[in-house]
Structure formats: structure tokens, C-alpha cells
T-cell receptor
């Protein structure tokens, strides 16, 4: 099956710092989503981004489908950004099955 | 619009007991998914429904897990009998609207503890 690798696995930031999270995947994809899982376990949709660049406030994401990677940028981080960030992909062939990476655990300290 | 609803939010049972989880997807979403998330890992798909038909249940442990989606709307996931390794968060997701037609949206999950 498709492999999804995220880096770094853990990240500690001071409030106000910027960061870049990376997602590498091993096959062509129809769908790529970034999620934030908050400390209560809720998965919150950040971006639906199978290709191109999107921005939403302090967050932006870029997917380069031909090179099989996606980046999530967090600028001016806040303590509420803490949690786990997951990248999930759906292969171009087959059913609509999201395969999740192992996540990046982010802790933003005040 | 209302999000994906799940209940209960928490459940504690002893091994060999049975348990059921309920999910109500976003209105109009044709596709419904159940995922299992073990602590420290990403969610793993258990079963996918398209309307009320099963599309993919290849990773569902069918000797103890079952799921149904009546009338193509609500869904229930059952475990009988539960094992210690079933302790996890069970997430329901739905998708399938126009635009980002295969974007999935997740409910708050049910945290199951098997003692």
C-alpha cells in the first residue's frame, strides 16, 4: 500500500515562532488532507490540497504532486496550535481510502 | 452546517463484553467511514460505506466487529466480544459533496477502554 511519512515526529516551539511540517508519500494521489488533532482528540480539517498552494490565516500548505510531498507552514505559532498534525492521502487508483501518516506532535510554549 | 455526530463519547467495558457506537454523518454525505485510532498512531480505516452498501471492509476484524448503515444515513459499529487490544478511539467520518468531493470530515470520536 501507499506509504506516508511525516517529519519531524516532534517539534517544540516558542510562541511566535514559525515552523514547516513535511509529508512524503510513495504513490500518486487523488486527495491529500492536513488535519490538526487537538488535545481532546478532535480531528480538525486544515486543508484539502491534492496539488498547489492554499492559505488560511497563519497556516498555509503546498503540495507538489509530481514530487510526492506536501508542506504545512505555521507562522506566528500560538499555544492553541499545540497538538498532532496529520497528513492523509488517498491513492489515485482504488477507493476513497485515506491513509494517514504517523503525525507530527507540536508543542507551543508561552 | 452540523458536523458529524458520534455517541457515546466515552465507554469503559470489561473484556468479552459487547459495545456499540453510533454515528450520524453530515447531511447529504453519501460516504461514511469508521476509523480506529490507537494511542500514538494515525487513524486506520475499518470500513467504508457508499450510501448503505459496503465499499471496503478489508481491515475490519469480522470475527468480532460488525457495522451497518441503515437507510444510507446513520451507522452503528459493534464489537462483540471486546478484547484488551480494542482499546482505542473510534472515529466516524463522512464525505462526498460537490467541490472537494472526496474531502472527509471527522466526528469527535468515541474513546473505548477495555479492562
Amino acid at each position: 500500500g501507499i506509504q506516508v511519512e511525516q517529519s519531524p515526529p516532534d517539534l517544540i516551539l516558542q510562541e511566535g515562532a514559525n515552523s514547516t511540517l513535511r509529508c512524503n508519500f510513495s504513490d500518486s494521489v487523488n486527495n491529500l488532507q492536513w488535519f490538526h488533532q487537538n488535545p481532546w482528540g478532535q480531528l480538525i480539517n486544515l486543508f484539502y490540497i491534492p496539488s498547489g498552494t492554499k492559505q488560511n490565516g497563519r497556516l498555509s500548505a503546498t503540495t507538489v504532486a509530481t514530487e510526492r510531498y506536501s508542506l504545512l507552514y505555521i507562522s506566528s505559532s500560538q499555544t492553541t496550535d499545540s497538538g498532532v498534525y496529520f497528513c492523509a492521502v488517498e491513492r489515485r487508483t482504488g477507493f476513497q481510502k485515506l491513509v494517514f501518516g504517523t503525525g507530527t506532535r507540536l508543542l507551543v510554549s508561552p | 452546517e452540523a458536523g458529524v455526530a458520534q455517541s457515546p463519547r466515552y465507554k469503559i467495558i470489561e473484556k468479552r463484553q459487547s459495545v456499540a457506537f453510533w454515528c450520524n454523518p453530515i447531511s447529504g454525505h453519501a460516504t461514511l467511514y469508521w476509523y480506529q485510532q490507537i494511542l500514538g498512531q494515525g487513524p486506520k480505516l475499518l470500513i467504508q460505506f457508499q450510501n448503505n452498501g459496503v465499499v471496503d471492509d478489508s481491515q475490519l476484524p469480522k470475527d468480532r466487529f460488525s457495522a451497518e448503515r441503515l437507510k444510507g444515513v446513520d451507522s452503528t459499529l459493534k464489537i462483540q466480544p471486546a478484547k484488551l487490544e480494542d482499546s482505542a478511539v473510534y472515529l466516524c467520518a463522512s464525505g462526498g459533496t460537490s467541490g472537494s468531493w472526496n474531502e472527509q470530515f471527522f466526528g469527535p470520536g468515541t474513546r473505548l477502554t477495555v479492562l
